[in-house]
C-alpha cells in the first residue's frame, strides 16, 4: 500500500514541478462528498494546508491517490498523517 502511495506522489518525474490548481481543485470537489475529507477541510488546524502546503497539494493533485483516498481508509490514514506532519513543520 505504502509503494503505491510513493508510486503515485513520484508519478510526475520528469516533468515539470509545478502544481496544477485546476486538477487539485477538481479532485478537492469529488472528496467533498465525502464525510470524513470535509471533516478534515473543514477543520482550521488543517485548512491552510490544502492552498499552501505544497506536499499535501501534490498528493491532491494525483489522480490515482484521489481515487485511492476515495476508497481506501488506510490511504485516508496516511493522507491524514501527512497533514499532521506539515502541521509540525
Known amino acids: 500500500m505504502i509503494f503505491e502511495i510513493i ?5 510526475s518525474i520528469g516533468q515539470d ?6 486538477k487539485i481543485d477538481k479532485h478537492i470537489e469529488e472528496l467533498r462528498k465525502n464525510n470524513w475529507f470535509n471533516m478534515l477541510y ?5 485548512h491552510r ?11 491532491l493533485q494525483s489522480t ?6 476515495i476508497n481506501n481508509p488506510n490511504t485516508q490514514n496516511t493522507f491524514k ?3 499532521d506532519k506539515q502541521l509540525n513543520k
Open 81 to 83: 498523517s501527512l497533514l
Open 17 to 22: 514541478d509545478s502544481l496544477n490548481t485546476k
Open 49 to 59: 494546508l490544502f492552498f499552501v502546503n505544497k506536499p499535501v497539494r501534490k498528493f
Open 42 to 46: 473543514d477543520n482550521e488546524k488543517y
Open 7 to 11: 508510486a503515485g506522489l513520484l508519478g
Open 64 to 69: 490515482f491517490l484521489t481515487k485511492r483516498l
